[in-house]
């Protein structure tokens, strides 16, 4: 577990504010790895393992208490796709974590001191279809059948013993229902957090009504957004907090724009760490960075919520 033990993400979210890591993509090109991939970051669990270990321990060393596992757009179907057989696919999801948990290790040595944990990524349905979807939601599934596609992985990854389960970049709230349902006996907290544009999720409803969803949900430590354009975020700090009256968790895109079709980013960046004393200020309590979002700006970050 954690090199705290007694002191979970939970209690720790009661006392103050936690930084998460920044875009695990962004951080592994800049290695110099090709994600040009229908897998992206996850093919890199069975080709280049130790290239992901680097990217975590980059970001602990930068100043983040908190490494999102690169299982995002790991699932069953498409490593099938690619021919890796349900096994082996669940043998990369507990990887994942271990990864992550390996990290944090050789931090400790090199002389981090702060508890470190590690979040299990779980992305939405449509990051497996790898054709910019995750972005729109509505994808034509019912709640049932969303969540009879996130369950066997939540179970794989719950079962690598993470601190916490992130239920990433949902873009419709018929998603988060079954994700919510999916997570529920796994005995391991989640974190719920959509990606927006403007007031509501991508699938275009309120956000009220989607933050509502985890209110009485006893499994979610934080709700908030992520993957989205920094500007997004003032706003959804304040509903979240009122409605479900739980921690906010934060980790906007630098505020550069996906292109599908390209499979490129464009725009320029409006990410500056100085946003975060406000968004700290609303109620943010977990805060971090999504894509393009790099260890230099969590360093910038962790320097405004942990001043020296």
Not at 32 to 56: F, K, M, T
Not at 97 to 114: I, N, Y
Not at 230 to 245: K, L, M, S
Request: net charge negative; proline share 5%.
């Amino acid at each position: 577990m954690t090199s705290d033990t007694s002191r979970s993400l939970a209690d720790a979210l009661s006392t103050g504010p936690v930084v998460l890591d920044g875009g695990m993509s962004n951080q592994l090109e800049s290695a110099g790895h090709d994600l040009s991939d229908e897998l992206w970051s996850a093919r890199l669990l069975a080709e280049r393992p130790e290239a992901i270990v680097e990217a975590h321990l980059a970001y602990f060393e930068a100043g983040a208490d908190v490494a999102i596992t690169s299982s995002y757009q790991a699932t069953f179907e498409g490593f099938a796709k690619r021919g890796i057989p349900h096994e082996r696919a669940a043998e990369l999801l507990g990887l994942s974590v271990e990864l992550a948990r390996e990290a944090a290790r050789r931090a400790h040595t090199k002389g981090v001191t702060r508890p470190l944990w590690v979040a299990a990524s779980v992305g939405p349905y449509g990051a497996m279809l790898a054709d910019g979807s995750e972005y729109r939601g509505r994808y034509g599934l019912s709640v049932a059948e969303l969540e009879r596609f996130h369950r066997p992985r939540l179970e794989v990854l719950a079962a690598a013993a993470p601190d916490v389960l992130a239920l990433e970049t949902v873009p419709d709230a018929d998603e988060a229902r079954a994700l919510l349902r999916g997570v529920r006996g796994l005995g391991v907290p989640a974190w719920l957090s959509y990606s927006v544009a403007g007031d509501r999720t991508r699938a275009g409803q309120p956000l009220e009504e989607a933050f509502a969803l985890a209110a009485d949900a006893d499994e979610v430590v934080a709700v908030g957004v992520n993957c989205c354009a920094p500007e997004d975020v003032d706003g959804a700090i304040a509903t979240a907090a009122r409605v479900t009256g739980k921690p906010v968790v934060v980790y906007p895109n630098s505020g550069e724009a996906w292109d599908a079709e390209a499979r490129a980013w464009t725009g320029r960046s409006t990410f500056a760490a100085e946003q975060v004393a406000g968004w700290e200020r609303a109620g943010a309590r977990l805060v971090g960075g999504c894509c393009r979002v790099g260890p230099g700006a969590i360093t910038g970050i962790s320097e405004v919520l942990r001043p020296a």
